[in-house]
């Protein structure tokens, strides 16, 4: 080997362990900047999950919140229609009473 291909193979040797390094160099900042994100979305996934059951147990107490409301309509619904029963069969006693009462006084004015 030549004086002149030994120092174009010790130039291309150079050249290439710069280039190593500065693959390296990048492919290390790289690697921080992944592990970084990495720790973020780690962080944003714990966060969300918090948030998820938080909102899971506030959905149950509203369904449960929800089921009484309904319940309780059911059951004034219910006390509605009694009373409303209950209404009119007084005031058909009480028609039947007015009704009495006044052939009563029919029959005591006609004698």
């Given at each position: 080997?030549?004086?002149?291909?030994?120092?174009?193979?010790?130039?291309?040797?150079?050249?290439?362990?710069?280039?190593?390094?500065?693959?390296?160099?990048?492919?290390?900042?790289?690697?921080?900047?992944?592990?970084?994100?990495?720790?973020?979305?780690?962080?944003?996934?714990?966060?969300?999950?918090?948030?998820?059951?938080?909102?899971?147990?506030?959905?149950?107490?509203?369904?449960?919140?929800?089921?009484?409301?309904?319940?309780?309509?059911?059951?004034?619904?219910?006390?509605?229609?009694?009373?409303?029963?209950?209404?009119?069969?007084?005031?058909?006693?009480m028609s039947q009473?007015?009704?009495?009462?006044?052939?009563?006084?029919?029959?005591?004015?006609?004698?």
């Amino acid at each position: 080997m030549t004086l002149e291909q030994m120092e174009r193979a010790i130039e291309f040797l150079l050249n290439s362990q710069a280039q190593n390094a500065a693959d390296i160099g990048k492919l290390t900042a790289d690697v921080q900047g992944l592990n970084e994100l990495q720790a973020q979305t780690s962080k944003h996934i714990a966060d969300l999950t918090r948030v998820v059951a938080s909102l899971g147990t506030q959905a149950e107490s509203d369904r449960a919140e929800v089921r009484e409301a309904i319940n309780n309509l059911i059951i004034a619904n219910e006390v509605t229609r009694k009373l409303s029963e209950d209404v009119a069969r007084l005031a058909v006693g009480m028609s039947q009473r007015v009704t009495d009462i006044d052939q009563r006084v029919t029959d005591l004015e006609s004698k």
